[in-house]
């Protein structure tokens, strides 16, 4: 079955630089998109990066162009958020997902808390 792990998420200050990973099995990984999203209490989830599948088109929100990047390796199936100059309106669980005919699967999140 498609599982999605996530990891990496971790108290930072404002300023800082994080990764996030996430590690994906059960599913032909290569060809399909991956996004992240994220989540704070209250609020639908947010669509904060994306990728196609051989990795050559990235897409952003733009409360996060320019600090933000998203890659993937395929031959380890896994997929990377690199978080630059974090802001306290960065706090958020962060959600790997990827969408399989027919189903919307994601990961059980990571929480990045940004603060001083």
């Known amino acids: 079955q498609v599982q999605l792990v996530e990891s990496g998420g971790r108290l930072v200050q404002p300023g800082e630089s994080l990764r996030l990973s996430c590690a994906a099995s059960?599913?032909?990984?290569?060809?399909?998109?991956m996004r992240w999203y994220r989540q704070t209490p209250g609020n639908e989830r947010e669509l904060v990066a994306s990728i196609t599948p051989t990795g050559g088109n990235t897409d952003y929100g733009d409360s996060v162009k320019g600090r933000f990047t998203i890659s993937r390796d395929n031959s380890k199936q896994m997929v990377f958020l690199q978080m630059t100059n974090l802001k306290p309106e960065d706090t958020a669980v962060y959600y790997c997902?990827?969408?399989?005919?027919?189903?919307?699967?994601w990961g059980q999140g990571t929480q990045v808390t940004v603060s001083s």
């Open positions: 997902n990827t969408v399989v005919p027919l189903d919307d699967y």
């Open positions: 059960g599913f032909a990984f290569k060809f399909y998109h």
